[in-house]
């Protein structure tokens, strides 16, 4: 059973307390349980995590890339917060460990701030979900077993 990686920057840990009107008022916990209920449905275990440092995130990346390559990790599903508009660095990581990457937001982010409409992580991904709230995890993690679905089609 491969693996799917759900990591989640900087003030993700504050959901359900943090603008509520725009994250909802699921816990990061409440999340977690929703990734593992919808993994075990496409026979994926998930390994979430959640880090306020950007240099955790990338050592992660590094990690589900080796692990990617040796076939243990499907890919990983990343809401990467603020750095999303900021790190170049996360981009170069996942583009260096030629890793499978969903990019994932809570809120739409093209209906906010004109800052956030700029994504250093999207010329580096499978794909791009946003606006659909918490849910956009559990269709972040059927368009993930899609994907590793077709590669063994291969």
Not at 16 to 43: F, I, K
Not at 80 to 102: E, F, M, N, P, W
Request: charged share 15%; with cysteine; aromatic share 6%.
């Amino acid at each position: 059973m491969k693996t799917v990686l759900i990591l989640n920057g900087p003030n993700l840990n504050l959901l359900g307390q943090r603008e509520p009107a725009t994250y909802g008022l699921q816990t990061l916990d409440d999340v977690r349980q929703l990734c593992e209920h919808s993994c075990d449905q496409h026979q994926l275990r998930a390994d979430f995590r959640q880090s306020n440092h950007e240099g955790v995130l990338i050592d992660w990346i590094h990690e589900a890339g080796a692990a990617q390559a040796a076939g243990q990790v499907a890919g990983v599903i990343l809401n990467a917060g603020a750095y999303t508009h900021t790190s170049i660095a996360i981009a170069d990581a996942i583009k260096g460990a030629q890793l499978r990457v969903i990019e994932l937001h809570i809120s739409n982010v093209h209906a906010r701030e004109s800052f956030r409409h700029q994504s250093y992580i999207s010329a580096v991904a499978a794909g791009v979900m946003f606006g659909f709230g918490t849910q956009g995890y559990v269709l972040a993690i059927a368009a993930m077993a899609h994907l590793t679905q077709c590669d063994q089609r291969i």
